[in-house]
């Protein structure tokens, strides 16, 4: 991560320049002792640590110039580098980078610039997990409150930074509390906030599905997203419910599907799907018993090709 350079780490190691004045308490006092008619110097210590010197002869002592610290107005200012040296104004440089010119916003062009410098596809689960970080409300959207917080969140105030954070952020996705909220947090990315959607349209379900899966995928998913690809007219939407069911669904039904019941409250959805899937394996078991009897009822290779060369070979006789 990039490092604040600033000079209010310490500023008082610093000195400005000469100040001029005369510290009154620098300049030493005479007394003199009329018992021993010799002359004595009170215990005054200059600021600068330097004692002063006085003449023998009774005249005018030396005067010392002190050295005051001057701290300027820059250095007074607050530090905005917090304590692990993650930089407030680098993260408003790298937003304003990417921003819209209109809109206090990074949007779908800034996004893809924003993905090509972090060398990231667009569609790829890297990005789903960094909008999930960032806590981002829209698709191809970051505002400056959900870029300024996410990269707090992350620890990251560059290019680099954010990058060298994705191995981290890969891990974090795979513990079972992080992938639930970034699964149950994709549902909502997918929606479009504009107009009001509750329910994913059934592309970008799919889409999304195979996404969020990117790094476990379960045995069913393929068959699952084959439903839904091949039912069109039967599944119009993804509702938040059948979203965050299917994750139960993934955990708890193993993948020949025996131990499903729909007597217990899944969604019909899912009644249906699974109906669907063993008729499917019914037909797949049928067909391939089927080419198995018609592989074996078929007459042996040496009978008519047998009769043939015998017959070529008797009119070759003649």
């Known amino acids: 991560m990039g490092q604040c350079v600033t000079k209010c780490k310490n500023p008082t190691s610093s000195l400005g320049s000469k100040s001029g004045d005369k510290d009154s308490a620098s300049k030493s006092h005479k007394r003199v002792d009329s018992a ?116 707090k969140a992350i620890r990251a105030d560059s290019i680099e930074g954010i990058c060298s954070r994705f191995p981290f952020l890969l891990l974090e996705a795979q513990g079972e509390e992080s992938f639930k909220d970034l699964y149950r947090f994709t549902f909502q990315f997918g929606l479009d906030a504009d107009e009001g959607q509750r329910s994913l349209q059934r592309d970008i379900a799919i889409a999304l599905w195979r996404l969020v899966f990117t790094q476990d995928t379960p045995p069913v998913l393929d068959r699952w997203l084959d439903f839904l690809a091949e039912n069109p007219s039967g599944v119009r939407g993804i509702s938040r419910d059948t979203w965050n069911m299917f994750l139960n669904f993934t955990q708890a039904i193993g993948p020949d599907l025996s131990n499903y019941s729909e007597d217990e409250a899944w969604p019909s959805l899912f009644d249906t799907f699974v109906e669907w899937e063993l008729e499917r394996r019914k037909r797949e078991e049928e067909e391939e018993a089927l080419t198995k009897d018609e592989e074996t009822d078929c007459p042996a290779s040496n009978g008519p090709d047998a009769e043939g060369s015998r017959g070529a070979q008797t009119w070759g006789g003649h």
């Open 36 to 151: 021993s008619g010799g002359v004595h110097k009170d215990d005054c210590s200059a600021p600068s640590g330097k004692s002063t010197s006085e003449l023998l002869n009774g005249t005018k002592a030396l005067e010392v110039t002190v050295e005051t610290p001057v701290i300027s107005a820059a250095m007074r200012e607050p530090c905005r580098e917090d304590g692990d040296g993650l930089s407030m104004p680098r993260i408003d440089e790298l937003f304003a980078r990417y921003k819209d010119e209109l809109e206090d916003a990074i949007l779908e062009e800034g996004m893809e610039r924003f993905c090509n410098d972090l060398c990231v596809d667009p569609a790829e689960f890297r990005v789903l997990v960094l909008a999930w970080k960032f806590q981002a409300a829209t698709m191809c959207k970051f505002t400056r409150k959900e870029f300024v917080e996410g990269c």
